[in-house]
């Protein structure tokens, strides 16, 4: 059941708005630029590491994944992009993720104000909604080798909930966050290639990796699928506000092609 519970808000819900949002950014691309491409994703996803503390100065730290063992869960993406002047691309990119958890805690629990005492259950709700655009630009682009480098800019909308028997208490955020994009392919057949793609910036603050390593399967000159594995990792220490790092595990399908 909680797996089913999260399918159907994770992916169902989320990948219809996504799927509207790209679809109307498709019919603009198809309008204005001949060499548009979409690209859609779909994982199953797990924690690698989920720590929390709120305020980072004098609430509980916490794991929401070994004080409250969270679920595996599902995370759609789609991406739609156009090259033009042969080297040159923009991209945009919606990647919502949400995951589940719960767990009869064995420690108090002291989370923006609210007490969740050691020996209750409780429920953890944790999502991280990623909206990009990136500008890059096609260093190498031959048969057998394509380099690209560029800039992104990142919008989260991130949200960290607890309930638990006496109520609940959550931390939402939005915020701007800039990153470096890096895509790197190496065709070693007609038919096969190896995919780097990722967007990545460590500062002061905090820091922020979206990495995807795939095998990507070349169906014809327009469409390609790939199976791979990605890691999305970072956090920040908000210097008394927020404290939170977490690691993701996903395993991935995707299908790219030209419109």
Avoid at 15 to 31: A, D, E, P, R, Y
Avoid at 140 to 162: C, W, Y
Avoid at 183 to 206: C, E, H, N, R, V
Avoid at 234 to 243: F, K, N, R
Wanted: hydrophobic letters at 40%.
């Amino acid at each position: 059941m909680k797996i089913f519970y999260c399918v159907s808000n994770c992916f169902i819900v989320k990948f219809c708005k996504i799927g509207l949002f790209c679809t109307v950014l498709t019919m603009f691309s198809q309008n204005t630029f001949a060499n548009a491409f979409i690209d859609a994703e779909y994982a199953m996803v797990f924690t690698g590491y989920n720590d929390v503390q709120v305020p980072s100065d004098d609430g509980t730290r916490f794991s929401l994944k070994d004080d409250i063992a969270s679920d595996s869960g599902f995370a759609p993406r789609m991406r739609i992009g156009y090259t033009f002047l042969q080297r040159h691309s923009l991209l945009l990119l919606a990647a919502p993720l949400t995951i589940y958890g719960e767990g009869v805690i064995d420690k108090d629990i002291d989370y923006r104000g609210k007490t969740f005492e050691a020996g209750t259950e409780v429920k953890s709700t944790y999502r991280f909604d990623s909206y990009r655009i990136t500008y890059r630009y096609i260093f190498v682009n031959s048969n057998q080798f394509s380099v690209a480098a560029g800039i992104t800019g990142k919008i989260r909308d991130a949200e960290i909930r607890l309930t638990g028997e006496n109520g609940s208490a959550g931390k939402s955020n939005i915020g701007f966050v800039p990153l470096i994009h890096l895509m790197a392919q190496w065709k070693f057949t007609d038919k096969y290639s190896m995919l780097l793609d990722m967007d990545a910036l460590a500062s002061p603050y905090g820091r922020a990796e979206d990495a995807l390593f795939a095998l990507q399967y070349h169906y014809n000159e327009k469409t390609s699928f790939r199976l791979g594995y990605r890691i999305l990792e970072g956090g920040s220490d908000g210097g008394g506000d927020v404290y939170t790092f977490a690691l993701f595990n996903y395993i991935t399908v995707g299908l790219t092609t030209e419109l």
